[in-house]
């Protein structure tokens, strides 16, 4: 463990790292729990390890596409926040995608994710509004294609998902991806509109006295400057460095393929010969309802989501290891190393407050 001077680790990292670490153990709780579930009903508490997954062959395939993912993740980070004009090491953004995996994570509806990495790239002198609207940028372009793909499989393919063929499910989910790309619409385009309900939400504090006049207007000042900052980003990303903005979609499209491929190349290992549409549609399904998930991380949400679909795809004592491997590989291994990278990034900023003052 990394100390300081004194040969402690400083206190405001050590009540940060406690606080995400009891909200680690919960997400894992959840998870070890949803699990045990899994393994107790959908696969009948039976269980098949298979061989191949001890192989040499099979081990280094899989790293292979596990290094390849975190790449992606990064790549499109990247080149979101070079298409909007900033620059920041290659290095450094892959040390924040270790940090979005660990924190959304363990926050609920994966909210602090996206906040701790725009903490750390205004860190490295990019603007909050800015910063904002890269991060978003990059959540919006991967939530466009599973906000779009979702009700056309369910809708065409509903042999596949007789567990939702109802009406008013089908329309609620319908509802709510317009509603998400409507939101993002009303953020790209009509940003006056968000400023006026600001505004009025502000003066309404300042008229029931929870805020002062100045206080009101300083308030309404400095979110309106990152706002425009806000808007700016996206500005610049549609129209300043299209080639960048291009790169950006590809990396996106290669990150979401290499994500849903770790359900594909793990049932083949299994042995079946599912086909890959089948199992992408299924993959695109778990991870849209894993986006309204309250618990940290989708925590219980994901894992039983997946075993329920799943378990339609292979024999019962092959869920629990298919569910185990799958969130071992696209999460749990993220979120360790993520523990590691934001105690250190943690610890040098404290470090370099202590020698500023």
């Known amino acids: 463990?990394?100390?300081?001077?004194?040969?402690k680790t400083p206190a405001g990292v050590s009540k940060r790292i406690s606080g995400y670490l009891g909200l680690t153990a919960l997400f894992f709780a959840i998870s070890l729990v949803t699990l045990y579930f899994v393994h107790r009903f959908f696969s009948g508490g039976t269980i098949r390890i298979p061989e191949e997954f001890f192989s040499l062959p099979v081990f280094a395939g899989l790293v292979m596409l596990l290094v390849l993912y975190f790449l992606m993740d990064g790549l499109r980070l990247y080149s979101v926040i070079r298409a909007v004009g900033f620059r920041i090491s290659f290095t450094y953004i892959l040390r924040l995608v270790f940090v979005n995996i660990f924190i959304s994570n363990v926050?609920?509806?994966a909210i602090g994710g996206g906040c701790m990495q725009v903490f750390f790239m205004c860190r490295k002198g990019m603007p909050a509004g800015e910063a904002t609207a890269a991060t978003s940028i990059r959540t919006l372009l991967a939530a466009l294609v599973l906000f779009i793909l979702t009700p056309i499989i369910i809708w065409f393919e509903p042999q596949e998902f007789s567990m939702f063929f109802h009406p008013n499910i089908l329309y609620a989910i319908t509802v709510i991806s317009c509603l998400y790309l409507a939101f993002f619409w009303v953020v790209l385009f009509r940003i006056r509109l968000i400023k006026f309900l600001i505004f009025h939400v502000l003066y309404g504090l300042h008229t029931v006295k929870i805020?002062?006049?100045k206080r009101?207007?300083?308030v309404f000042v400095k979110i309106s400057r990152e706002l425009r900052s806000f808007s700016g980003g996206?500005?610049?990303f549609f129209q300043g460095s299209p080639g960048w903005a291009a790169l950006s979609v590809l990396f996106t499209a290669l990150f979401l393929l290499l994500l849903f491929s770790f359900s594909i190349v793990l049932i083949r290992i299994l042995g079946y010969s599912i086909p890959a549409l089948t199992i992408l549609a299924f993959q695109v399904v778990v991870t849209f309802f894993m986006y309204f998930a309250p618990t940290p991380g989708a925590a219980g949400i994901a894992e039983g989501g997946y075993g329920l679909l799943f378990a339609q795809l292979v024999r019962q004592n092959d869920i629990t290891m298919l569910t185990l491997l799958w969130r071992?590989?696209?999460i749990y291994i993220g979120v360790f190393?993520?523990?590691l990278i934001i105690y250190l990034?943690?610890?040098?900023?404290?470090?370099?407050?202590?020698h500023e003052t």
């Open 1 to 7: 463990m990394i100390k300081g001077e004194s040969g």
């Open 107 to 109: 926050t609920p509806l």
């Open 211 to 213: 805020l002062s006049r």
């Open 216 to 218: 009101f207007r300083s």
């Open 234 to 236: 996206f500005i610049r």
């Open 328 to 330: 071992f590989l696209t």
């Open 337 to 339: 190393i993520g523990i």
């Open 345 to 354: 990034e943690l610890y040098r900023g404290e470090k370099e407050k202590k």
